[in-house]
């Protein structure tokens, strides 16, 4: 079964930087799609990196410049660097996973999900 992890959270000042890993085992996919999704207290969860198999990746405007979602193959994680943290970044962090070539931020694409990790950024 697939199974995604995650790792990384943490509390960090503002300005600086975190970087959060997503363990994926289980999948047979020859085509799939990963993101990142965070929710904040009384917010929406919002989708914000998405990255698929052919490399392309969709940020949102929120981190656009400041994060970057990547795919290491070996280690067949997905990574998340995030520099320049703001406080609202605060949030619960998710990783996504599914089949097919699709780099989207829409929840309702991905079946699987990792168990979400605390990211507290104080100012």
């Known amino acids: 079964f697939v199974q995604l992890v995650l790792s990384g959270g943490a509390s960090v000042q503002a300005g600086r930087s975190l970087r959060l890993t997503c363990a994926a085992s289980?999948?047979?996919?020859?085509?799939?799609?990963m993101a990142w999704f965070r929710q904040a207290p009384g917010m929406e969860r919002e989708g914000f990196a998405g990255?698929?198999?052919?490399?392309?990746?969709t940020y949102a405007d929120s981190v656009q410049g400041r994060f970057t979602i990547s795919h290491d193959n070996a280690e067949n994680t997905l990574d998340l660097q995030m520099n320049a943290l703001r406080p609202e970044d605060t949030a619960i962090y998710y990783c996504?996973?599914?089949?097919?070539?699709?780099?989207?931020?829409?929840?309702?694409?991905?079946?699987?999900w990792g168990q979400g990790t605390q990211v507290t950024v104080s100012s």
């Open positions: 996504a996973a599914d089949e097919g070539d699709i780099a989207t931020l829409n929840p309702s694409h991905y079946g699987y």
């Open positions: 289980g999948y047979t996919w020859i085509t799939w799609s």
């Open positions: 990255l698929d198999s052919t490399l392309s990746t």
